[in-house]
C-alpha cells in the first residue's frame, strides 16, 4: 500500500522568500506519479505540480518545482519569491494505477504554510 | 469553460438518513473521482468512474456508492449516515482516466447530526 508522509505540520516564511515543504513516499509500484495541491481556506483543491515517477528532469511550472529524488523517496516542494497569496494548506500526493490503468491517489495530511508580510 | 461544479454546497442530516452529492465534470472531462476530507485531514479517495463504471475504490464501505451518467455527471449517495461521515466531499475530474492532472470542484460540506 502506498504512503505519503509530510512531517511539517505548519510552516512561516517571509514574502519574497523561498520556502521548501516536505514530502516523502512508499510505494512498491515501480510506476507512480506524484503531485502537490494547494488548498486555501475557501476549501478547493488547486493542482500546482506533478512529476511522474520515469521523469528524468525534475518538474517545474512558475514559481513552483518539485524536488524529485527518487531514491530518498522524497518530492518536496519549492515555493520560490512567496507571496501573501501562497498563504494556504498544500498537500502531497501519490497516483497508482490499477490493473485497468485507473488511478487511485493518496493524499498526506498537509502543511499549513503561512506567509509574512 | 465551466470548472467542475458540484451541488449542494452545504447539507445536514441526521444519524441513518440517506444523502446523495452531486457533480458536473469541467468541460470535456469523461473521468470523475470522489474524496472525502474529514476536517484537519488530506482527502480520502473514495472511487473513480469511467464510461458510467466505477473502475477504482478506496477503502470505504458499500454504504458509499456511486453513479455516473451519459453526460460524465456523477453522484455520490451515502446510506445510513454516521456521525464519522461529517466531511467535505470533493469531486474531481480529468479528461481521461489516464490523465494525471484533476480538476476539482469547490465541495459539499456535509454536516451529520
Known amino acids: 500500500a502506498q504512503k505519503i508522509t509530510q512531517t511539517q505540520p505548519g510552516m512561516f516564511v517571509q514574502e519574497k522568500e523561498a520556502v521548501t515543504l516536505d514530502c516523502t513516499y512508499d510505494t512498491s509500484d515501480p510506476s507512480y506519479g506524484l503531485f502537490w495541491y494547494k488548498q486555501p481556506s475557501s476549501g478547493e483543491m488547486i493542482f500546482l505540480i506533478y512529476?511522474?515517477?520515469?521523469?528524468?528532469q525534475n518538474a517545474t511550472e512558475g514559481r513552483y518545482s518539485l524536488n524529485f529524488q527518487k531514491a530518498r523517496k522524497s518530492a518536496n516542494l519549492v515555493i520560490s519569491a512567496s507571496q501573501l497569496g501562497d498563504s494556504a494548506m498544500y498537500f502531497c500526493a501519490m497516483r497508482e494505477l490499477n490493473s485497468g490503468g485507473y488511478q487511485k491517489v493518496t493524499f498526506g495530511t498537509g502543511t499549513k504554510l503561512q506567509v509574512i508580510p | 469553460d465551466a470548472g467542475v461544479t458540484q451541488s449542494p454546497t452545504h447539507l445536514i442530516k441526521t444519524r441513518g438518513q440517506q444523502v446523495t452529492l452531486r457533480c458536473s465534470p469541467k468541460s470535456g472531462h469523461d473521468t470523475v473521482s470522489w474524496y472525502q476530507q474529514a476536517l484537519g485531514q488530506g482527502p480520502q479517495f473514495i472511487f473513480q468512474?469511467?464510461?458510467?463504471?466505477?473502475?477504482q475504490r478506496g477503502n470505504f464501505p458499500d454504504r458509499f456508492s456511486g453513479h455516473q451518467f451519459p453526460n460524465y455527471s456523477s453522484e455520490l449517495n451515502v446510506n445510513a449516515l454516521l456521525l464519522g461521515d461529517s466531511a467535505l466531499y470533493l469531486c474531481?475530474?480529468?479528461?481521461?482516466?489516464?490523465?494525471?492532472?484533476?480538476?476539482f470542484g469547490p465541495g459539499t460540506r456535509l454536516l451529520v447530526l
Open positions: 474531481a475530474s480529468s479528461l481521461n482516466p489516464a490523465d494525471a492532472t484533476q480538476y
Open positions: 468512474y469511467y464510461e458510467e463504471e466505477e473502475r
Open positions: 512529476q511522474g515517477s520515469y521523469d528524468q
